[in-house]
């Protein structure tokens, strides 16, 4: 089967992975992404998947991602991580949230107690509707980083 994206380097792409290979020196992925492309270059070793996969320890997928990449963004691109451009998980607290967190922290405590303790502030900060439920780790968390 035909590969829908070739991988085909040129004299001054495989000068710099071969440079960044032999120095050794970097990111161990950047390094392995880049012996990758070194041996899938149609111009040069020609490797397939199967056997580059075999030879670095690196999944089928992965390497079709690579040349992905490779061919549509660029070397730098199949080289290094791709940003989130979301979190995986949005935060509890907005800034807004945060500052009715440290009000409420720093105001006076509940009858019969002296400070606030972390599980009570979670609490009340439920209580009083500013998020739906909150650990008392995430509080700690959010008055440990205001601090």
Known sequence: ????????????ERADLLRMVKAGKGAARKLAHARVLMKADA????????R???????GVRTIESMR?????????????RRKHVRPSRMPK???DGEARLVAL?????????KRWTLRMLAD???VLEVVDS???ETVRQALKKTS
Request: charged share 30%; aromatic share 8%.
């Open 1 to 12: 089967m035909a590969k829908k994206y070739v991988v085909r380097l040129t004299q001054e």
């Open 43 to 50: 111009d040069g070793p020609s490797w397939t998947d199967v």
């Open 52 to 58: 580059i996969s075999d030879a670095f320890d690196v």
């Open 68 to 80: 992905k990449r490779f061919v549509e963004e660029g070397l730098e691109s199949a080289l290094v």
């Open 93 to 95: 607290l907005d800034g």
């Open 105 to 113: 922290a720093c105001s006076e405590a509940p009858d019969g107690r």
């Open 124 to 126: 009340q900060l439920v």
């Open 134 to 136: 909150i650990s008392y």
